[in-house]
């Protein structure tokens, strides 16, 4: 297996995993065991289905954990590879070391939601290095980052507002605020509600969203009439399509009750919008041509 594939195959485990932890808390299996690293003592319990979908991350966890440090060593054993992916390939280790002690905590905090945020966004950030691995692999060896590019600063706004917007996502889950709001766009009938309680976490996520949304649509819009590479074009197209199916979904959650599979779905196409935005960075970033200013 060559290193491109192994990365990109690694990626994909990780994307899964973003998908697998969010139904792990939908169906309330976050603390089917209650210790760790161990389930009710035992590496191997007795199986509900609870049980099953809790142990079954850990499991999927532990493999991806594996994998990271493979993927680490591979890279910095060559001193071509290591030169060119040693920084993001470090990172992914960090962050694979930060999301276990997050994972263990999740679970001895009794599922804390500073944590659980915590833990999202760390496994953001885990795919992002591996990403970053995966991306350089097939880039030019002489090919640098540049800093000094039109559009840098919209492109670093867009990035930070999408991670931002995963995080309150994260709040309004781990704070058990999906079904305050009875109805969408309002908020059991209100435009406007008073911001207090579950209803001011359930409301900073819709609103900081539209602004997600927006900042998404008009950097796609930039990317399309100003920008000549055809790549940075095609991830921001897709990260548009994908903020627009996010608000769908959104929809969805709110008005159906939270259905667990949309629940997972609507964490995992947030991640896909931040991903095609940082691919997108990633080649305006490195790519040698000049835009039309």
């Known amino acids: 297996m060559t290193l491109k594939r192994f990365y990109t195959i690694l990626s994909a485990m990780i994307l899964i995993n973003l998908l697998y932890g969010p139904l792990v808390r939908a169906t309330d299996s976050g603390l089917a065991c209650p210790d760790w690293p161990l389930c009710h003592g035992k590496f191997v319990p007795e199986f509900t289905f609870q049980i099953f979908m809790e142990v079954g991350h850990r499991y999927y966890s532990g493999i991806l954990g594996i994998l990271v440090g493979i993927g680490f060593v591979w890279v910095i054993q060559n001193q071509e590879t290591r030169k060119q992916m ?72 867009v990035l930070i507002v999408v991670l931002y ?63 000549k590479d055809n790549l940075v074009k095609k991830s921001l197209k897709i990260a548009a399509y994908l903020i627009s199916f996010q608000i769908f979904l959104g929809a969805m959650n709110v008005l159906y009750q939270l259905p667990k599979l949309i629940t997972g779905l609507h964490t995992l196409n947030g991640v896909l919008v931040f991903m095609f935005c940082f691919i997108a960075a990633f080649y305006h970033f490195r790519s040698p041509g000049k835009e039309v200013l």
Request: aromatic share 14%; with cysteine; hydrophobic share 45%.
């Open 165 to 227: 917007q995963l995080f309150l996502g994260g709040k309004v889950s781990s704070h058990y605020a999906g079904l305050v709001c009875s109805d969408f766009p309002t908020c059991n009938g209100e435009w406007f509600p008073k911001m207090v309680g579950p209803i001011r976490f359930q409301m900073e996520h819709r609103f900081f969203g539209y602004l997600a949304a927006l900042s998404v649509l008009s950097l796609s819009a930039y990317g399309i009439l100003y920008l």
């Open 86 to 157: 040693g920084i993001p390939a470090t990172l992914s280790l960090f962050f694979l070391i930060s999301q276990v002690i997050l994972g263990g905590l999740t679970v001895t905090k009794l599922l804390h939601p500073t944590t659980v945020n915590l833990h999202l966004l760390n496994a953001v950030l885990l795919l992002s290095s591996c990403l970053t691995v995966r991306l350089l692999i097939s880039e030019d060896s002489s090919s640098k980052f540049q800093w000094n590019r039109p559009g840098k600063y919209f492109f670093l706004f």
